[in-house]
C-alpha cells in the first residue's frame, strides 16, 4: 500500500479579493474530502493593491494548511508561479489561478491519473467562454508555437495540472527569467497526460491578462523553445540573394544583347522597400534574442519576497534565495535565512 499523498495546491493571486472566499470555500472542500494529507495551499500575493492580502493573512491564521508568500511588487503571473512553486512541500503540486476559470473540483480526476503513474496531469480547454477573437487567437498561438517549437508542447493547454515533486524540483532548477512554466513542464519530460475539461468564465472581477501580456506570454512561449525565426532569416536572405542574382544576370543579358536598360523604377522601389522591411523586422527577432540574452546574464532573481504568512507568524525578508524557499516551506530556516530575516512579526 503506497504512503498517503501529502498535496500542495499553489495559486497566484493579484487584485481577487471578490474571488478569494468562494475559492477558498470551494478548495477546503475539495482538500476535505481527499485522503492522506496534511494538504497544503499556497498562495502568492503579487503586489495586490486591494484587500487580497488582508484576506489571505485571516484564512491563514484560521487554518494552518495556508501559507501566503507576499511579494514585494507585481512581478508578473510567471513569476508568482515560480514563487509557489518555490514554496510547496507536497508529494504532488496542483499549479492553478485564483479566478476559479480553473475549478479546484477537477483536482480528484487529477489524482486519479497521478495515481495510476502520470508525473503530470494537465487540462486542456475543451471549449473556452471568451470571445471569439479571443479564441481563434488563442488557437492559432497554440499550433504556430508546437510547429515552431523543438519541444513537443500540447495543443490549448494552460498551466491548469497537476505535477509530481520530482517535476517541480527539475523546475526549481531551471533559472531562466522569461519563464513558460507549461513549456517547461514539457521540456522535463516524464509521463504526462492531457484532460480536456471546461474552462469556466472569471468568477468576478476583471482579467489581468490585457493584450500586452498575452503578447509577452506568447513570444515568451515562442522564442524560449525555438530558434527557428532566425533560421527564418537566413533562409529568407538566401531567397533574396537568389532573387538578385537572377535579376542581375537577367539586366545583363538586356543590356549586352539587347542593347537596352532593363524598365521597372516601381517594382525596384517596392522591392526595396519590402527588403528593408524585412530587414528591420528580423533585426528585431535578432534584437528579442540578445536582449533576452542581457536579461540572463544580468542573474537578478525572479522575484523578492515581502513577507511570508503561516499561522500566527509572518517572516520579513531582505532579499530572496531559492535555498531559503525550500526551507521556509517545510517551516525551517537556514543559517543564511536567519541572517536575512529582518524583523519577526
Not at 8 to 35: G, Q, W
Not at 286 to 315: L, Q, T
Request: charged share 25%; aromatic share 10%.
Amino acid at each position: 500500500m503506497s504512503a498517503p499523498l501529502h498535496l500542495s495546491v499553489a495559486v497566484p493571486v493579484h487584485n481577487e479579493e471578490t474571488v478569494l472566499p468562494e475559492f477558498l470555500r470551494r478548495t477546503r472542500d475539495v482538500l476535505d474530502k481527499l485522503p492522506g494529507g496534511p494538504h497544503q495551499i499556497v498562495f502568492v500575493d503579487d503586489g495586490s493593491s486591494d484587500r487580497t492580502l488582508e484576506i489571505l493573512g485571516q484564512a491563514a491564521n484560521a487554518d494552518p494548511r495556508i501559507v501566503v508568500i507576499s511579494l514585494s511588487r507585481n512581478f508578473g503571473h510567471q513569476a508568482a508561479l515560480t514563487a509557489a512553486l518555490d514554496h510547496v512541500s507536497g508529494d504532488a503540486v496542483v499549479l492553478m489561478d485564483g479566478d476559479l476559470q480553473d475549478s479546484p473540483e477537477i483536482i480528484p480526476l487529477f489524482l486519479k491519473y497521478h495515481d495510476e503513474g502520470y508525473d503530470v496531469v494537465y487540462a486542456t480547454r475543451k471549449r473556452r467562454k471568451e470571445g471569439w477573437w479571443l479564441k481563434l487567437c488563442y488557437f492559432l498561438f497554440y499550433r504556430v508555437q508546437a510547429m515552431l517549437s523543438e519541444t513537443r508542447l500540447p495543443l490549448d493547454a494552460g498551466d491548469f495540472g497537476l505535477m509530481s515533486r520530482r517535476v517541480v524540483q527539475q523546475l526549481r532548477q531551471m533559472p531562466e527569467h522569461h519563464r513558460y512554466l507549461r513549456g517547461l513542464r514539457s521540456w522535463v519530460g516524464f509521463r504526462q497526460i492531457g484532460i480536456a475539461i471546461d474552462r469556466g468564465e472569471r468568477h468576478s472581477g476583471r482579467s489581468k491578462y490585457g493584450l500586452l501580456k498575452l503578447l509577452k506570454l506568447a513570444s515568451d512561449g515562442i522564442f524560449a523553445f525555438s530558434i527557428v525565426p532566425l533560421r527564418a532569416a537566413t533562409i529568407l536572405g538566401g531567397l533574396a540573394i537568389g532573387i538578385s542574382g537572377l535579376y542581375a544576370l537577367y539586366a545583363l543579358y538586356v543590356k549586352v544583347f539587347l542593347d537596352q536598360s532593363p524598365v521597372g523604377f516601381t517594382a525596384l522601389v517596392f522591392l526595396i522597400t519590402f527588403l528593408s522591411g524585412v530587414l528591420l523586422f528580423f533585426l528585431g527577432i535578432i534584437g528579442e534574442y540578445v536582449g533576452r540574452v542581457y536579461e540572463e546574464i544580468k542573474a537578478r532573481p525572479h522575484y523578492v519576497i515581502n513577507r511570508i504568512i503561516r499561522g500566527e507568524s509572518s517572516y520579513r525578508f531582505s532579499k530572496h534565495g531559492a535555498a531559503e524557499c525550500e526551507f521556509a516551506s517545510q517551516g525551517l530556516e537556514t543559517s543564511e535565512a536567519a541572517k536575512e530575516r529582518k524583523i519577526l512579526l
